[in-house]
């Protein structure tokens, strides 16, 4: 049987020699690419550093094998997540042989080294990727017509942020399948029309050899020159499509996970590399145009998948405020394409704020953390909120119910504005100082351990209450503690979230003092966002920092801290993890842990938990800021406990007390649900 000639060796229009063509396809397609990128570096050029994002090296090279590599955050939505996974693998398998292709069309009997057919390892590459390709094929037809027919809400694009992406997603979808069927088709008629070849069974290649088995050797060859410039028509054209839009993170993704950040729970500085005292020379704060922020940032912005996971687990946008994490990016992507447009002169940046964004949503963010960690790509949210607050900030645009709380903070160190030295009053209650004695600073009392209370809970009358808890543990614990008293102020871990920058480096200095001052060794606090500031905002404090519920686990397993039985078996217990405890800094399983140590405690987990926890509202200052919302997101999540079988909602941060047992009013709960706070719930079953 007369066998195929190549592409390479083949005549296109009888008289181009079809090596030619496929070298000026690498030359078109390499050159076109090659412009569209440096287009798009634009804008990354001209952005604000971050050599923050070179360290690490180790942590770094492991988000990538885990994170993009290993797509370990894909199946957090089940379906589409397995798609996929099943595209992104089979691509990958594809790579090589696409990189072949494109060679072949020059050098017919090309083959990377150990890949070549007639090699052990070539075959078995060869049967993979033919799976590879029609499991590929069908996952993108899948997909495409998930996306086109049925298309599941977070896809949504409200008409306010502009319009829809399907048609992309689904032409994208497209373009793959495209490319799987001509890559098998290439193949099949070879078999087809005499190869030796062994194409693996069931497999879109060997689907072809069969139906074109009995073609005439003409059609044969015309088939086999066809279906490989298809291929390289839709290759290089996919490579060039890929940066006009929402499917650039193909080509970014791997960057930006290698990039992404290896620390939780901390904020940014203002500018990296500038001191704290460096900046009262700084002329301007915050990011007020798209060229303050980080270049990182900006890779962000062009890395976003438009998958909706962001939005659809952030609780802001859950309520109605005006708030999508996703549209975050999405808007800021369009801004740059727009103001650094791949032809014509560059167009001059307007502020941010009201020309793409409104203040009411860069307000809306708790920063609770939840849209990063879902997003699979590492894109990052809660620094850009925060250095487009400070932006706000410094232009004077503060919400006028937040002016007051940031008065009370630079003058007395707490946002009610109470007098300092009233912070440890709640010491001096009588019935409590019977029971436990506690050492204040002030008055030249300090030990090696540090209990670091906070605002919330040294002036709020019902928070004042953990205090007390806190401190009977500790007692109990036979930890040998101390206050600072009137010494302590905030600890600004809302403050500098909010975007008061100055403030917060004023409440962090006074702080810093106090502590190293009292020479405490060692630092807890019962408040999540204390916890958070001192261990990671906090960098010139080298102590360690440990959270109240880490303590009772530790006593209770060595036997200081005795348990006694659960005072109400029938009682029905649900643990609400705070954000700044749980997904800021990993502790999950200690406050579980805490209440399972209580015999004969009954627990039940709620439908959002762990890493996927509801927040409460309370970060950012939100206790004094007034949103508009359809609905409070703490009354969502006592809403929660109810369904989940519960009628005991334990919180372990004060915050989420003041809104949970406010919420089980207005939900009308009050006779089947109460909260109540860890530490309160720990000294109630401790044995005297």
């Known amino acids: 049987m007369e066998h195929l000639i190549s592409p390479a060796h083949s005549m296109i229009l009888g008289f181009i020699?079809?090596?030619?063509?496929?070298?000026?396809?690498?030359?078109?397609?390499?050159?076109?690419?090659?412009?569209?990128?440096?287009?798009?570096?634009?804008?990354?050029?001209?952005?604000?550093?971050?050599?923050?994002?070179?360290?690490?090296?180790?942590?770094?090279?492991?988000?990538?094998?885990?994170?993009?590599?290993?797509?370990?955050?894909?199946?957090?939505y089940m379906f589409a997540g397995v798609l996929h996974i099943l595209i992104f693998f089979g691509f990958l398998t594809l790579a090589l042989r696409t990189c072949s292709l494109v060679v072949i069309g020059m050098f017919p009997d090309f083959a990377l080294p150990g890949l070549a057919p007639d090699q052990p390892l070539g075959a078995v590459y060869n049967v993979l990727k033919d799976y590879a390709a029609t499991t590929v094929f069908f996952a993108c037809l899948v997909a495409a017509i998930r996306r086109g027919v049925f298309k599941p809400a977070r896809y949504a694009v409200p008409e306010k942020y502009g319009h829809?992406?399907?048609?992309?997603?689904?032409?994208?979808?497209?373009?793959?399948?495209?490319?799987?069927?001509?890559?098998?088709?290439?193949?099949?008629?070879?078999?087809?029309?005499?190869?030796?070849?062994?194409?693996?069974?069931l497999t879109l290649a060997w689907f072809f050899s069969k139906v074109f088995a009995s073609a005439p050797h003409g059609l044969l060859q015309f088939l086999h020159v066809l279906a490989y410039y298809c291929h390289n028509t839709l290759f290089f054209f996919f490579l060039c499509f890929l940066p006009l839009g929402k499917h650039f993170h193909v080509i970014t993704s791997l960057f930006n996970v290698l990039f992404m950040r290896v620390q939780?729970?901390?904020?940014?500085?203002?500018?990296?590399?500038?001191?704290?005292?460096?900046?009262?020379?700084?002329?301007?704060?915050?990011?007020?145009?798209?060229?303050?922020?980080t270049w990182k940032h900006m890779l962000d912005f062009y890395t976003c998948a438009d998958c909706g996971r962001c939005s659809d687990q952030c609780p802001a946008n859950l309520v109605g405020r005006p708030l999508s994490p996703r549209f975050i990016t999405i808007k800021a992507?369009?801004?740059?394409?727009?103001?650094?447009?791949?032809?014509?002169?560059?167009?001059?940046?307007?502020?941010?704020?009201?020309?793409?964004?409104?203040?009411?949503?860069i307000w809306s963010c708790t920063t609770c953390g939840a849209c990063e960690q879902e997003c699979p790509l590492g894109i990052e949210y809660i620094d850009k909120i925060v250095d487009l607050r400070r932006g706000l900030v410094d232009e004077g645009e503060v919400p006028q119910t937040l002016?007051?709380?940031?008065?009370?903070?630079?003058?007395?160190?707490?946002?009610?504005?109470?007098?300092?030295?009233?912070?440890?009053?709640?010491?001096?209650?009588?019935?409590?100082?019977?029971?436990?004695?506690?050492?204040?600073?002030?008055?030249?009392?300090?030990?090696?351990?540090?209990?670091?209370?906070?605002?919330?809970?040294?002036?709020?009358?019902?928070?004042?209450?953990?205090?007390?808890?806190?401190?009977?543990?500790?007692?109990?614990?036979?930890?040998?503690?101390?206050?600072?008293?009137?010494?302590?102020?905030?600890s600004g871990n809302e403050v500098v979230r909010f975007g008061e920058e100055m403030l917060f480096q004023q409440l962090k200095e006074q702080?810093?003092?106090?502590?190293?001052?009292?020479?405490?060794?060692?630092?807890?606090?019962?408040?999540p966002h204390a916890y958070n500031a001192l261990k990671n905002d906090y960098p010139e404090l080298d102590l360690?920092?440990?959270?109240?519920?880490?303590?009772?686990?530790?006593?209770?397993?060595?036997?200081?801290?005795?348990?006694?039985?659960?005072?109400?078996?029938?009682?029905?217990?649900?643990?609400?993890?705070?954000?700044?405890?749980?997904?800021?800094?990993?502790?999950y399983d200690d406050p579980r842990d805490a209440m399972a140590a209580i015999p004969g405690l009954q627990m039940v987990e709620m439908e959002k938990n762990r890493d996927r926890s509801l927040c409460c509202s309370g970060g950012g200052l939100m206790l004094f800021y007034e949103p508009h919302e359809e609905e409070r997101m703490a009354v969502l999540r006592v809403q929660m406990a109810h369904e989940a079988g519960a009628n005991v909602i334990v919180c372990a941060c004060p915050f989420c007390m003041v809104n949970m047992e406010d919420a089980i009013k207005v939900a009308g709960l009050d006779d089947q649900l109460e909260a109540i706070e860890l530490t309160e719930l720990i000294e109630q079953h401790m044995e005297k």
Not at 168 to 195: D, P, R, W
Not at 333 to 361: H, Q, V, W
Not at 511 to 527: F, L, Q, R, T, W
Not at 557 to 584: M, Q
Request: charged content about 30%; glycine content about 8%; some cysteine.
């Open 164 to 201: 829809d992406h399907t048609a992309e997603a689904v032409f994208v979808c497209c373009i793959i399948m495209g490319l799987m069927l001509t890559e098998s088709l290439f193949e099949a008629v070879l078999v087809a029309a005499g190869h030796e070849a062994f194409l693996a069974p």
């Open 544 to 587: 360690p920092v440990e959270h109240i519920s880490e303590v009772i686990v530790k006593k209770v397993k060595d036997g200081t801290i005795k348990l006694k039985a659960v005072e109400d078996p029938s009682k029905v217990y649900t643990y609400h993890d705070p954000c700044y405890l749980g997904r800021h800094n990993g502790i």
């Open 403 to 490: 002016q007051k709380p940031m008065k009370a903070l630079g003058k007395r160190g707490n946002p009610w504005g109470k007098v300092e030295k009233k912070r440890a009053d709640w010491t001096k209650d009588k019935e409590f100082a019977e029971e436990c004695s506690v050492k204040v600073m002030d008055n030249g009392d300090t030990t090696d351990t540090l209990y670091f209370v906070d605002s919330i809970t040294s002036y709020d009358d019902r928070m004042v209450n953990i205090a007390k808890c806190t401190s009977k543990i500790l007692d109990a614990a036979e930890e040998d503690f101390f206050i600072l008293g009137k010494q302590e102020k905030d």
């Open 17 to 76: 020699p079809g090596w030619l063509i496929s070298f000026l396809y690498v030359v078109v397609g390499v050159g076109i690419f090659a412009y569209i990128i440096a287009k798009r570096l634009a804008p990354l050029v001209k952005a604000a550093p971050d050599n923050s994002r070179f360290g690490n090296i180790p942590a770094r090279l492991k988000n990538v094998l885990v994170v993009w590599l290993g797509q370990i955050k894909q199946p957090r």
């Open 264 to 293: 939780r729970g901390n904020i940014k500085p203002v500018v990296y590399g500038i001191t704290a005292e460096g900046l009262d020379e700084l002329e301007s704060f915050g990011v007020k145009k798209i060229e303050d922020f």
């Open 333 to 361: 992507r369009d801004y740059m394409f727009k103001n650094y447009p791949l032809r014509g002169e560059l167009k001059k940046s307007e502020p941010l704020i009201g020309s793409i964004y409104t203040a009411d949503e």
């Open 511 to 527: 702080n810093v003092e106090a502590i190293n001052e009292s020479g405490a060794k060692k630092i807890i606090a019962s408040d």
